[in-house]
């Protein structure tokens, strides 16, 4: 996808976002949805017990589950968080996930 685009068989209609990226077995999916300047839109589908190690980015991120249950550690900090909750990852902080069940979210980046 370039730097500036929206997968255009998205464009303009109603879409179940749960269906967007699809569990798989000992695995993390993710798809991203818009890639522009100012921030990218994704979704992860992530099997129970996977999860992103600890990491920082320049740039806040708004996760927004959509099913199941996860952990994430914020500054070494747990927060659980599940279906229908958000948490908000702070730029430069460090942060880590891991799936409690099998878990999607959607992931908002704002640079």
């Excluded at 269906?19 to 300047?37: C, D, F, M, N, T």
Aim: hydrophobic share 45%; glycine share 8%; net charge negative.
């Amino acid at each position: 996808m370039t730097e500036n685009a929206v997968k255009t068989e998205l464009l303009a209609k109603a879409i179940d976002i749960t269906g967007l990226a699809a569990y798989q077995a000992h695995s993390v999916v993710s798809r991203e949805i818009i890639r522009k300047p100012t921030g990218t839109v994704s979704v992860f589908a992530f099997d129970e017990g996977e999860g992103l190690s600890e990491h920082t980015a320049p740039f806040d991120a708004l996760v927004y589950v959509l099913d199941g249950k996860a952990e994430i550690l914020i500054d070494g900090k747990p927060h659980q968080v599940g279906q229908g909750q958000m948490i908000i990852m702070p730029a430069d902080h460090p942060h880590a996930l891991k799936a409690m069940t099998r878990f999607k979210m959607l992931l908002v980046l704002v640079k």
